[in-house]
Structure formats: structure tokens, C-alpha cells
């Protein structure tokens, strides 16, 4: 079985280095916000481009508590894709605002700046672009229409850790950056975690205090806030980790273009494509099929680990039913949802297991045109 993503063959790599840091914090005895934390914090900020950096428990929470430390909540709208993974939409609704969908560019699979303008209303605040599967939206169609209509901008760069968009790190270039590190993100914990970016020094104390029950001092409560602290084991994982991220981008990276070379004969398969000037990380190497549903059973017969990322639009799922925004609202959106497929992707992955993808993948889709 070739897997979509493989953490075990990772672990082969640095475990050591793992164990010897996670056990240096164990014997330490300080365990919460403590040294290897802040010194995260600091080479984030200074990996990301971005004055400040927050470490979090989660992307979720950095995505809720982007919204909250910008004041955003009941009667608010705020605009963002359908094409995204559930937690950009929940985030909006953990502080009652309202999710307003905006189609994507089928190219890109990110949010289509030129339909956002028609989106806005008097209640918008805010703008989420997701720069999904690592690919960079683009960023400065999308910061025009913010400063044009005084809109936020809080990315979801959960899934694009190290993308660029003309040379500035995805993260930083809206107002607050938001990133996962679940354990399949491209920098991943061992455990849930998360970092929220800015260069806004009021944003970055306000996000502080909210992170640990709402204050900067401690027993002293000025707001309701949330526990969403990053620990310090898995701080000092992530820290053993980031000097790799650049190498692990850089093979994703070359795998995309063996993948791209493999299928260039079949043009029934379509490729991933970038924005120029930008820097793609491949947290997932997506590609389009006909037959998709048939085809993807058939993939994983063979041994291979395909995913579908994701199956249902948000616009359809039944927690955002309440919008009343149905079927055909969201027709590029809709159209490929129903045929992506995302390939086994990670830096580990060898061309024999490429080749083997990619003959498998060849030859299902030609069978089930034959068929047709
Ligand atoms: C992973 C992810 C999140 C949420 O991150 P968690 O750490 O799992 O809470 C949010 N948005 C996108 C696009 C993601 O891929």
C-alpha cells in the first residue's frame, strides 16, 4: 500500500533528534508556554516573514481567534471559498458571523478574486482566502479589494506552510496569517497545534491574552478567551522539524514535476497548474479526472492511497443548510468537487512508486474511456 501520506518513513529520518528533544523537555519539568514555545514563536515569526508569531492548539484556532482578535462576530459576513476543509467556515460560526461563498477559479482551486467584489455587502468585514493544497491564491488581486472596501484579510494558510507569492511568505501578507500543524501538514506535530501570524503588535497582544483565558496577567481577566496553548513537547518537535521544511518543499516539489512528466501523455488527466511567481508547496498534488468515482475505488484495489480533498462543498454540507445557498449556486466549485483526486504526495516518495501511480492512473482512466 502506498499511502497519501507516510509519517513513519519521516520518522526513519529524524527520529532520533526527536526523542532526544522530546526527552530534554520531559526531564525538564516545564511543560506549558515555556522556552521551546517562545523560541518556536520566534522562528516562525522569522521563517513566515511576519513581525510576530502565535503559537496555538490548533488551525481552528487560529482561524477563530484571527476573527475574534478582529472583532468580528454576530451580523457580521465574511467572504471565503466552499472548496476548503470544514474548520475555515466553522471559524465563522464559533463567533456567530456568517460564511459568504464566492466560486473558485478552476485553475487554481482557490477563491476567484474577480467574484468576490459582487459578494460584498455593508456587513462584510473580513476576507479568507485558503490557499489550498499549498498552491498561493492570488494575493494582490484579493489585498486590492480589501483596501478598496476596508475588508480584512485573515489567510487560511493551514495547508502552506513556505508557499510564496512574489517572493513574501504566504501568511504574511494579509493582516493575520492562520497555520496548521496537524501531523499530515507539510510542517506537522505529533499532536494538534497551530500559529497565528501578523505584523500588527495591538493584534499580536490581543491574540496573547485570548489564547490564555482572555489576559495578558496572569489571574487577571479582561475578556472571555479560550486554553489554546501550544505545549512545549510538541514545540520542541516542531522545532527539530522546521530547519527540514524548506528540503521537504523542495521534494514535494520535484515529485509534482515527475508527476507532471508522467501524465503529460494523457490528456485526460489534467494537471495541477501555479500562478506565475509563485511558489507552490504541494501539501497535496491534486489532478483532474473524468470517471473520478470509479477510478478512485480502482486506485485504492491497486494499493494506492488516493484521497478526495474534499467530497462535499461546504455550501452543501448540512451545518450550513441555515444559508440556503443550494446546488448550482457554486458551479466551478460543484464541478470539481466531483472530479478531484489527490495522489500520494510527501517527500519520501521514490519514482518507482511514482511511475507505479501513475501507470495505474494512465490505464484505469483509457479503460474507462474505452468503455464509454
Ligand atoms: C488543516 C486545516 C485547518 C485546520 O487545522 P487544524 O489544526 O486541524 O485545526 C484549517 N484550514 C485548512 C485549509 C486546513 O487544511
Not at 446546488?327 to 472530479?339: M, Q, V
Request: charged share 25%.
Amino acid at each position: 500500500m502506498i499511502p497519501i501520506f507516510d509519517s513513519k518513513r519521516q520518522y526513519q529520518e529524524i527520529g532520533s533528534d526527536i526523542e532526544k528533544a522530546v526527552c530534554e523537555v520531559l526531564r525538564s519539568g516545564a511543560y506549558i508556554l515555556g522556552p521551546n514555545t517562545k523560541a518556536l514563536e520566534q522562528e516562525l515569526a522569522e521563517y513566515t516573514q511576519s513581525k510576530y508569531a502565535i503559537a496555538l492548539n490548533s488551525g481552528t484556532d487560529a482561524l477563530h481567534l484571527a476573527l475574534r482578535a478582529l472583532d468580528i462576530g454576530a451580523g457580521d459576513e465574511v467572504i471565503t471559498t466552499a472548496f476548503t476543509f470544514v474548520a475555515t467556515t466553522e471559524a465563522i460560526g464559533i463567533v456567530n458571523a456568517k460564511p459568504v461563498f464566492v466560486d473558485i477559479d478552476p485553475d487554481t482551486f482557490n477563491i476567484d478574486p474577480a467574484k468576490i467584489e459582487a459578494a460584498i455587502t455593508p456587513k462584510t468585514k473580513a476576507i479568507i482566502p485558503v490557499h489550498l493544497y499549498g498552491q498561493p491564491c492570488d494575493m494582490d488581486a484579493i489585498m486590492d479589494i480589501a483596501k478598496r472596501h476596508d475588508l480584512y484579510v485573515i489567510e487560511d494558510a493551514c495547508q502552506a506552510m513556505g508557499a510564496t507569492y512574489k517572493g513574501r511568505k504566504v501568511g504574511s501578507i494579509g493582516d493575520i496569517g492562520c497555520f496548521s500543524f496537524y501531523p499530515t501538514k507539510n510542517l506537522g506535530g505529533m499532536g494538534d497545534g497551530g500559529l497565528i501570524t501578523t505584523n500588527a503588535e495591538h493584534l499580536k497582544d490581543r491574540i496573547i491574552a485570548l489564547r490564555n483565558h482572555g489576559g495578558a496577567i496572569r489571574y487577571h481577566h479582561d475578556e472571555i478567551g479560550v486554553n489554546s496553548r501550544l505545549d512545549e513537547i510538541q514545540s520542541a518537535i516542531l522545532r527539530v522539524k522546521l530547519p527540514h521544511l524548506d528540503s521537504w518543499n523542495k521534494k514535494r516539489r520535484e515529485r509534482a514535476a515527475i508527476y507532471n512528466e508522467l501524465f503529460a501523455g494523457c490528456e485526460d488527466i489534467i494537471t495541477p497548474k501555479e500562478l506565475d511567481d509563485t511558489y507552490c508547496i504541494y501539501h497535496q498534488y491534486t489532478v483532474k479526472i473524468p470517471n473520478r468515482d470509479e477510478i478512485f475505488d480502482k486506485m485504492h484495489e491497486a494499493g494506492i492511497g488516493t484521497m478526495l480533498y474534499y467530497p462535499i462543498p461546504l455550501h452543501l454540507q448540512k451545518v450550513h443548510e441555515y444559508l440556503g445557498v443550494g446546488r448550482g449556486s457554486l458551479p466551478h466549485t460543484e464541478k470539481n468537487t466531483d472530479i478531484v483526486m489527490s495522489l500520494p504526495m510527501f517527500p519520501e516518495l521514490t519514482r518507482e512508486e511514482q511511475e507505479f501511480i501513475a501507470n495505474t492512473l494512465i490505464k484505469l482512466v483509457e479503460e474507462a474511456k474505452a468503455l464509454a
